[in-house]
């Protein structure tokens, strides 16, 4: 399954920053994919928060965004 934007949504925005919200019926991996948000790669900026709820686990990740895809990754 691919991104849904109604799955997506901010939790909070401050001074150029968002904490973002995506559930989907998919695993963690297919979500976590590089590529995977890039349909809404204008919204996003590198450095914000999403919280990820998949179908098999929970997890918080960092967002970059790159000239050719939007990826996560494990908070530092």
């Known amino acids: 399954m691919a991104f849904q934007n109604k799955n ?3 939790i909070a925005y401050a001074n150029g920053f968002t904490l973002w919200h995506y559930a989907a ?3 963690l991996a297919t979500i976590t ?3 995977y948000f890039n349909t809404v790669k204008t919204l996003m900026n590198t450095g914000d928060i999403i919280i990820i ?3 098999d686990k929970t997890s918080i ?3 970059a965004v ?3 895809a939007v990826t996560t990754a494990a908070l530092d």
């Open 8 to 10: 997506l949504s901010v």
């Open 61 to 63: 990740k960092k967002i």
């Open 33 to 35: 994919a590089s590529g």
């Open 53 to 55: 709820n998949a179908s």
């Open 25 to 27: 019926n998919e695993t």
């Open 66 to 68: 790159g000239d050719s």
